[in-house]
């Protein structure tokens, strides 16, 4: 599948969750931008924790090196529907790691075999054109910063820092989705 396709085929599917489980037209109304991601998740029946990475890999030092080297954020066990993000990156990097572990389950990635997926910074690392990767950026991307809400909020302000705000996101997320909006000529 091309590139564009697959990126198109994650965002669609985010697009039917959030039209689901939130009211987009009330979210841009009332201005609350923040996507409900815990109840989204929670209505698809998906529980996330944030625990201590650390603490928890302390005694296990050989997954504990694999975690620091791969720089993992978040994981995801097959068929538990259950998401772990690690608690020592900011909260809006947590959402985006949540959103991201989402999209993996979603998009059916942790069907099949090989071990359970694991999150990397969106378009910095080096797995960054895995296409399981790119699409589950692009899922949480979506989800967070739903195209509708997020052409409302731009009208408002196109600075970076205010939309980071606003959406509960990093600023690096912003400027990703505000680039993929332009090319979309949404934005
Ligand atoms: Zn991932």
């Known amino acids: ?19 689901e489980f939130y009211d987009v037209d009330d979210a841009i109304n009332q201005k609350e931008f923040v996507t409900p991601l815990g109840d989204i998740a929670e209505n698809l029946g998906v529980s996330a924790y944030v625990i201590s990475f650390d603490d928890e890999l302390k005694d296990h030092v050989e997954l504990a090196q694999y975690f620091k080297e791969q720089e993992v954020e978040g994981f995801s066990i097959k068929g538990s529907n259950k998401i772990f993000v690690d608690d020592k990156p900011e909260t809006a990097r947590q959402r985006f790691t949540v959103a991201h572990e989402l999209g993996h389950i979603l998009l059916g990635h942790l069907e099949g075999e090989g071990l359970s997926v694991v999150f990397r910074d969106s378009g910095s690392s080096p797995k960054s054109n895995d296409p399981n990767e790119l699409s589950a950026n ?46 979309l000529g949404v934005i």
Do not use: Q
């Open 138 to 183: 692009a899922f949480a991307a979506e989800l967070l910063m739903p195209e509708p809400v997020m052409k409302e909020a731009y009208k408002m302000t196109n600075s970076i820092a205010s939309l980071a705000t606003i959406f509960g996101v990093t600023r690096k997320a912003v400027v990703l989705r505000v680039e993929r909006l332009k090319e």
């Open 1 to 19: 599948m091309a590139k564009v396709d697959f990126i198109r085929e994650a965002e669609v599917k985010a697009k039917e969750i959030y039209h």
